[in-house]
């Protein structure tokens, strides 16, 4: 049996950040479990390779929530990365920190030291970004952040957000967070620049790491209350490897609780239906789910510069492929998205609650990079928003032992009444954005929902119809000061020892649009909480040397 310091499980963002950081100490010995394979697939590296990956079943866990009530029960698909760097190799790359004020509101829901001013260090850490104010940014770190430039398309519609309201920005990642600009990625020379590129590869040649792939862990072991060890499946065969200090879950908000749960910490009603003996009564396991959900409105445009063109004309495809090896931009440095907006529903708001966003791509399949499965046959863009602070609370659990077989997710998208009228919102902020001169003049028609959407009530039907994930689920095992709470500020799981969940999971609610830079950032700072605390194992004799 191999024993190590610390045992990371899941290689996604939080996962890389801790095996390139606990490592960085040679003393330590670090394991690190990922249930997928490697990342070195091209399209992984190529920004417009997303909708390609993301319907890929080598490198994503396939999910579906339960038909959803107020979606005239739709059942939505949650796809997540399964592979070296998680689904920061498979998501949009889109690097948003979120709004200051939301961490203040963290530290305040109980949460001392995570406070904007707490965790702004800690996010410069993260950035290598060349732009923007050096006094809020980071320069040198380990994720490239790239600004896109604009193409006809996004610069109209910028200039249609000027003309709505919405003014620009140079840098929606500063403290004042608000405003219309081109995207920020994840993203270096045009390439993917994921957690485990930026992280897990300079560490990997570490003689203290072990990266282990196409793993799944099915459980973490206990002794009383502490965790030992994780068990796992290889090629068929089970395995137990020991941890001497921590084990640290990093599977993300859908399979970091549902590994509690399976190991024995969550609701014990829960656990004594699947037959799971029970370490801890941990009923807010699960709990506290929270995603966004974004309809869209889908437009015929004028200029051929979209991913619809490119998929119809092998000419165009073949002169923006030749100017991306070429020159590291066009098209295939996006994924498709180019330009966001943030904005605010009401004057009176004290930061913006909601997000716009462009993308250079129409069709009933908004992953799609296939004529046959879904893009429209014409030159098209779509505009996609929603409310980045949903109240709507949802829940998933396990419902089989097999760690395989994904848990059972509810959501409940909009069973908040703030949630449906902020929504209703978005779709005629969307629309008003459309209707301005600079945008409009593009504009062949709007594809859908088209007239079948008038009303207030028709609006909101077709986003209850057509809505999607986001795919930045949150809050499954939610960090705080009260007894309730899954894990202490610290990111220990409450009422055993040896076990902390590092990862979107903890997040008491949304700070930001988009997950992946928190996460980045919450790694880095539990890094430091960990070494902390193994200096202070140390014996004393051994620390007054040192």
Same mark, same amino acid.
């Given at each position: 049996?191999?024993?190590?310091?610390?045992?990371?499980?899941?290689?996604?963002?939080?996962?890389?950040?801790?095996?390139?950081?606990?490592?960085?100490?040679?003393?330590?010995?670090?394991?690190?479990?990922?249930?997928?394979?490697?990342?070195?697939?091209?399209?992984?590296?190529?920004?417009?390779?997303?909708?390609?990956?993301?319907?890929?079943?080598?490198?994503?866990? *396939?999910?579906?929530?339960?038909?959803?009530?107020?979606?005239?029960?739709?059942?939505?698909?949650?796809?997540?990365?399964?592979?070296?760097?998680?689904?920061?190799?498979?998501?949009?790359?889109?690097? =948003?920190?979120?709004?200051?004020?939301?961490?203040?509101?963290?530290?305040?829901?109980?949460?001392?030291?995570?406070?904007? #001013?707490? =965790? %702004?260090?800690?996010?410069?850490?993260?950035?290598?970004?060349?732009?923007? !104010?050096?006094?809020?940014?980071?320069?040198?770190?380990?994720?490239?952040?790239?600004?896109?430039?604009?193409?006809?398309?996004?610069?109209?519609?910028?200039?249609?957000?000027?003309?709505?309201?919405?003014?620009?920005?140079?840098?929606?990642? !500063?403290?004042?967070?608000?405003?219309?600009?081109?995207?920020?990625?994840?993203?270096?020379?045009?390439?993917?620049?994921?957690?485990?590129?930026?992280?897990?590869?300079?560490?990997?040649?570490?003689?203290?790491?072990?990266?282990?792939?196409?793993?799944?862990?099915?459980?973490?072991?206990?002794?009383?209350?502490?965790?030992?060890?994780?068990?796992?499946?290889?090629?068929?065969?089970?395995?137990?490897?020991?941890?001497?200090?921590?084990?640290?879950?990093?599977?993300?908000?859908?399979?970091?609780?549902?590994?509690?749960?399976?190991?024995?910490?969550?609701?014990?009603?829960?656990? *004594?239906?699947?037959?799971?003996?029970?370490?801890?009564?941990?009923?807010?396991?699960?709990?506290?789910?929270?995603?966004?959900?974004?309809?869209?409105?889908?437009?015929?445009? #004028?200029?051929?510069?979209?991913?619809?063109?490119?998929?119809?004309?092998?000419?165009?495809?073949?002169?923006?492929?030749?100017?991306?090896?070429?020159?590291?931009?066009?098209?295939?440095?996006?994924?498709?998205?180019?330009?966001?907006? /943030?904005? *605010?529903?009401?004057?009176?708001?004290?930061?913006?609650?909601?997000?716009?966003?462009?993308?250079?791509?129409?069709?009933?399949?908004?992953?799609?990079?296939?004529?046959?499965?879904?893009?429209?046959?014409?030159?098209?863009?779509?505009?996609?928003?929603?409310?980045? /602070?949903?109240?709507?609370?949802?829940?998933?659990?396990?419902?089989?032992?097999?760690?395989?077989?994904?848990? *059972?997710?509810?959501?409940? /998208?909009?069973?908040?009444?703030?949630?449906?009228?902020?929504?209703?919102?978005?779709?005629?902020?969307?629309?008003?954005?459309?209707?301005?001169?600079?945008?409009?003049?593009?504009?062949?028609?709007?594809?859908?929902?088209?007239?079948?959407?008038?009303?207030?009530?028709?609006?909101?039907?077709?986003?209850?119809?057509?809505?999607?994930?986001?795919?930045?689920?949150?809050?499954?095992?939610?960090?705080?000061?009260?007894?309730?709470?899954?894990?202490?500020?610290?990111?220990?799981?409450?009422?055993?020892?040896? %076990?902390?969940?590092?990862?979107?999971?903890?997040?008491?609610?949304?700070?930001?649009?988009?997950?992946?830079?928190?996460?980045?950032?919450?790694?880095?700072?539990?890094?430091?909480?960990?070494?902390?605390?193994?200096?202070?194992?140390?014996?004393?004799?051994?620390?007054?040397?040192?």
């Amino acid at each position: 049996m191999e024993v190590y310091d610390y045992i990371i499980v899941g290689a996604g963002s939080a996962g890389c950040v801790l095996a390139n950081r606990l490592s960085e100490d040679p003393a330590s010995r670090v394991l690190l479990i990922e249930a997928g394979p490697s990342d070195r697939g091209i399209w992984v590296r190529v920004p417009l390779g997303v909708g390609r990956i993301l319907n890929d079943e080598r490198y994503v866990w *396939r999910a579906d929530t339960e038909p959803e009530r107020e979606l005239h029960g739709n059942r939505i698909s949650w796809p997540s990365g399964r592979l070296l760097g998680g689904s920061s190799s498979v998501n949009g790359m889109l690097f =948003v920190r979120g709004h200051p004020k939301r961490y203040d509101a963290w530290a305040a829901a109980g949460c001392p030291g995570w406070s904007f #001013d707490d =965790v %702004l260090p800690y996010l410069k850490k993260v950035e290598d970004c060349r732009f923007g !104010d050096p006094a809020q940014r980071g320069t040198g770190g380990p994720i490239g952040i790239t600004k896109l430039a604009a193409d006809p398309i996004t610069a109209s519609f910028l200039r249609a957000c000027n003309e709505a309201g919405i003014a620009s920005t140079d840098d929606y990642n !500063d403290r004042h967070a608000e405003g219309a600009s081109t995207l920020q990625l994840s993203t270096r020379r045009g390439l993917r620049c994921s957690a485990a590129v930026a992280y897990l590869r300079p560490a990997a040649r570490r003689p203290n790491l072990r990266v282990i792939t196409e793993a799944l862990v099915t459980h973490v072991t206990f002794e009383e209350s502490r965790a030992t060890g994780v068990e796992f499946v290889r090629a068929g065969e089970s395995q137990v490897a020991r941890a001497r200090h921590e084990v640290l879950l990093c599977a993300g908000a859908i399979r970091s609780p549902q590994l509690l749960e399976l190991s024995g910490v969550g609701d014990a009603s829960v656990l *004594r239906l699947l037959g799971i003996r029970v370490v801890r009564h941990a009923p807010g396991v699960g709990e506290n789910l929270q995603d966004h959900l974004m309809p869209r409105i889908a437009f015929e445009c #004028d200029v051929p510069g979209t991913v619809n063109d490119l998929v119809r004309d092998r000419w165009r495809l073949f002169a923006a492929a030749l100017r991306f090896a070429l020159r590291r931009d066009g098209l295939f440095a996006t994924p498709s998205l180019t330009a966001l907006a /943030y904005a *605010r529903t009401q004057p009176a708001l004290p930061y913006p609650d909601v997000r716009l966003q462009i993308g250079l791509m129409s069709g009933t399949n908004r992953l799609s990079t296939d004529r046959d499965s879904g893009l429209d046959s014409h030159s098209g863009f779509h505009l996609g928003g929603y409310f980045i /602070y949903p109240e709507s609370r949802g829940r998933l659990h396990a419902h089989s032992r097999d760690a395989r077989v994904a848990p *059972r997710i509810e959501p409940h /998208y909009l069973s908040s009444e703030r949630d449906r009228a902020v929504t209703l919102a978005v779709m005629k902020l969307m629309r008003r954005i459309a209707a301005q001169p600079a945008l409009r003049k593009h504009i062949v028609r709007e594809v859908r929902p088209g007239d079948a959407a008038q009303t207030d009530e028709e609006l909101l039907d077709y986003a209850r119809r057509t809505g999607q994930t986001c795919w930045h689920p949150t809050g499954t095992c939610r960090m705080g000061s009260d007894a309730q709470a899954i894990v202490d500020p610290e990111l220990r799981v409450r009422g055993v020892d040896g %076990l902390r969940v590092v990862d979107a999971s903890v997040m008491p609610f949304l700070v930001a649009s988009n997950t992946n830079a928190p996460t980045l950032m919450l790694a880095e700072r539990a890094a430091d909480l960990i070494r902390r605390a193994a200096r202070e194992r140390r014996p004393v004799r051994e620390r007054a040397a040192a």
